[in-house]
């Protein structure tokens, strides 16, 4: 059984899909643990990774190394390299979609519930 833990999510995002569907932006994986990409990004290994970025426009979470690269790599670099941020911003966004694997699917199989007290239920139904 996994421990269980909350993490805040806007509650505009889309309710989190079936583990293998289509992301739909839900942002459960990356509030909930940093991939090895955001690892690198966030400078932690547990927790909400530093990367992700809320779209209020699309109501969607997104990966900040896609999206928002420069500001990302600029906070995630040394003060002395922080020049290269703009720089290395279009090779981050490239590689991202790769190493995130954008379009692969939900590899999330957290469980996902509604605040204490409440009816609703975070999760799609299957």
């Known amino acids: 059984m996994k421990p269980s833990?909350?993490?805040?999510?806007?509650p505009q995002a889309a309710p989190k899909p079936a583990s293998g569907a289509?992301?739909?932006?839900?942002?459960?994986?990356?509030?909930?643990?940093?991939?090895p990409l955001g690892m690198l990004l966030s400078h932690r290994r547990t927790g909400a990774c530093?990367?992700?970025?809320?779209d209020a426009v699309a109501n969607q979470y997104r990966c900040g190394a896609m999206v928002d690269a420069t500001t990302v790599l600029h906070q995630a670099l040394p003060p002395g390299l922080r020049w290269l941020a703009s720089a290395t911003a279009p090779l981050l966004?490239?590689?991202?979609?790769?190493?995130?694997?954008?379009?692969?699917?939900?590899?999330?199989?957290?469980?996902?519930q509604?605040?204490?007290g409440s009816q609703s239920d975070r999760q799609s139904p299957s």
């Open 50 to 54: 530093a990367a992700v970025r809320w």
């Open 5 to 10: 833990f909350v993490i805040h999510i806007q």
């Open 22 to 35: 289509p992301c739909n932006g839900c942002g459960v994986c990356c509030l909930s643990e940093p991939c």
């Open 114 to 116: 509604g605040p204490a």
């Open 93 to 112: 966004r490239r590689l991202a979609r790769r190493w995130i694997a954008a379009g692969q699917g939900c590899d999330s199989d957290l469980a996902v």
